[in-house]
């Protein structure tokens, strides 16, 4: 069965036109990575097939129909901010505000909701956590709140957008484990977007590549080679590998270098959105 | 004191508009936009020396202006989060236009500094119902969006992901704010309309980090702080307005320390930094 498919579909946000013809198919099941550099057009990507963007041409299906805006078979983590007045507030306040919390009235939950949130920390290992500020948390920790966050409603399909910014390596590969298991054992169809290609390696079954307007999607063997994405850049492109880590290298420039940078520093999440994009300009 | 027709009237328009103020004000806080709630007081100003101008009740001016102003805030929304100067450069019209229309109505000037400092003793039984009507339908307008609101205001796409209707809740909840503003003006006047709003707020939340807690330490702070007031008011003789600032701010630096103590208690040294979010919270 076809969870996801794209049918010559173009996305424009206001005059620009952020991907153009893309055609593809992601079976129920699938755990697809989406790939590219930052301004590729993968968030907006997300938002139309959460029904927040209309195609301005093609057709989107999901699950056999047209995607419907608040669907609630798509658990979504939205690129990770949290404003600062809101750090006070305990991870369970953060994590609970999305149980059912697009109905009117006071923000009362009830017994069935309060144990879909504790068995949605229960299920990520975040219960202790979540009883503290989340200016308490650190960045992994924070993650892993809102990934618990996006399986309320258990849902069939999982949209991710970069969980994976401005953690160091060590705690990449556990959210990414960690979003393994959970489409294991739930049987759900993960996007995961990344600018990164590395922590996803040995979990993804597919890469969706975004760049220079066009969308590619196939197996890493496929996609992820010189010739495949020097076609979809439309520029002179190398995949290099070492030992199991591959690195995508335009001329002497790294493509996806942003990653990489900001690993060094520890406490870098002020900065993480800034210097990606900083890199990539 | 209570022997006394204006002090009831004073202790009754206090509560109510406190209550509301700490309310409105913890979501204001929580929001990031508390530069919204600074923004309508000084458009009310323009509002209610308008309304004396032309002879109708300056409350109905301040309600009239605040909540126009909410609903333009509100349409605008993002775009008008970046631009602090445009802003700025509006509300010093909308003082200068308020002060030309006092120059305009020579007759009372204590009426500008009741309006620019309140004077909650001079609260007639008129003015005390419609500041419960007002707050009445307030509360009630907020109990009605409470729920997508708080989920709005933490992870707005999120919520729009999930059907919430972002711009119409942001909208509904600048008039709210706008009433409350209006009401807040009627007792400490549009100057320091922070201290009852943004002051309990900001204190509660330095205080607790669950949030139906500190919703309810909100209204109770604001509450405490406009009774006290009016308390030391009429034992010192000084202004009511000067004794509310006073323990708003006392408050806030009560909270700040609870804060410390209970980081400290928690064995949180220092904050882990979180992502910077650039709104119009620039205050």
């Given at each position: 069965m076809t969870a996801i498919a794209f049918e010559n579909v173009t996305l424009k946000l206001g005059a620009r036109t952020i991907v153009s013809g893309v055609d593809l198919a992601i079976g129920a099941g699938e755990f697809v990575g989406l790939l590219g550099?930052?301004?590729?057009g993968k968030t907006t990507l997300l938002r139309a097939i959460l029904g927040l963007l209309q195609p301005s041409a093609g057709a989107i299906r999901l699950f056999g129909a047209a995607p419907l805006k608040g669907d609630r078979r798509i658990g979504y983590m939205p690129q990770h901010r949290v404003a600062a007045a809101t750090r006070s507030l305990t991870g369970w306040d953060y994590v609970a505000s999305a149980a059912g919390g697009w109905r009117w009235g006071l923000p009362r939950l009830s017994a069935a909701e309060r144990d879909e949130v504790g068995w949605a920390l229960e299920t990520v290992g975040a219960a202790d956590l979540a009883?503290?500020?989340?200016?308490?948390?650190?960045g992994g920790e924070r993650q892993r709140l809102l990934i618990s966050q996006a399986l309320l409603g258990r849902p069939k399909l999982l949209l991710l957008d970069e969980?994976?910014?401005?953690?160091?390596p060590s705690r990449q590969q556990s959210t990414v484990d960690l979003v393994k298991r959970l489409q294991a054992e739930f049987g759900m169809t993960v996007l995961f977007s990344a600018h990164e290609l590395n922590p996803l390696l040995g979990a993804m079954d597919r890469v969706l590549y975004l760049g220079n307007g066009h969308a590619m999607l196939g197996t890493v063997d496929e996609v992820v080679t010189g010739p495949s994405l020097s076609r979809l850049y439309g520029a002179p492109i190398e995949v290099l590998r070492l030992g199991r880590r591959l690195f995508v290298v335009s001329g002497d420039i790294e493509v996806e270098a942003g990653a990489h940078r900001h690993d060094a520093c520890a406490h870098h999440d002020h900065a993480g959105h800034g210097a990606a994009e900083h890199h990539h300009a | 004191m209570l022997d006394y027709d204006f002090m009831r009237q004073a202790f009754a328009a206090g509560g109510i508009v406190a209550v509301l103020s700490g309310l409105v004000g913890y979501f204001l806080v929580l929001r990031g936009q508390t530069f919204a709630g600074h923004a309508l007081s000084h458009v009310g100003f323009t509002g209610a020396t308008g309304a004396i101008l032309f002879g109708l009740s300056p409350l109905a001016g301040l309600v009239g202006f605040t909540v126009l102003a909410g609903i333009g805030m509100g349409l605008l929304g993002e775009k008008l989060s970046a631009r602090d100067v445009a802003i700025g450069m509006m509300l010093s019209l909308a003082l200068g236009l308020g002060l030309l229309f006092l120059h305009f109505y020579t007759?009372?000037?204590?009426e500008a500094t009741a309006l620019l400092f309140g004077n909650v003793l001079a609260v007639g039984p008129s003015a005390l119902l419609s500041l419960a009507v007002l707050s009445g339908l307030s509360l009630l307008a907020l109990g009605l969006i409470a729920r997508p609101l708080l989920f709005s205001s933490l992870q707005p796409e999120l919520a729009e992901a999930k059907g919430v209707p972002l711009r119409t809740l942001s909208v509904a909840f600048l008039v709210i704010v706008g009433v409350a503003v209006a009401e807040c003006a009627q007792i400490v006047g549009v100057l320091l309309v922070f201290t009852l709003m943004v002051g309990p707020a900001a204190a509660a939340q330095n205080c607790t980090s669950r949030f139906g807690l500190g919703l309810g330490l909100a209204a109770l702070l604001a509450l405490g702080e406009a009774w006290g007031g009016i308390i030391l008011a009429w034992e010192t003789d000084w202004p009511t307005s000067f004794w509310i600032t006073c323990l708003s701010g006392i408050a806030y630096l009560g909270s700040l320390l609870v804060g410390w103590l209970a980081r400290r208690g928690a064995g949180i040294v220092r904050p882990v930094p979180l992502v910077a979010q650039t709104s119009s919270s620039a205050e």
């Open positions: 550099p930052n301004g590729a009883r503290r500020p989340l200016m308490a948390l650190s969980p994976l910014i401005s953690l160091d | 007759a009372y000037a204590t």
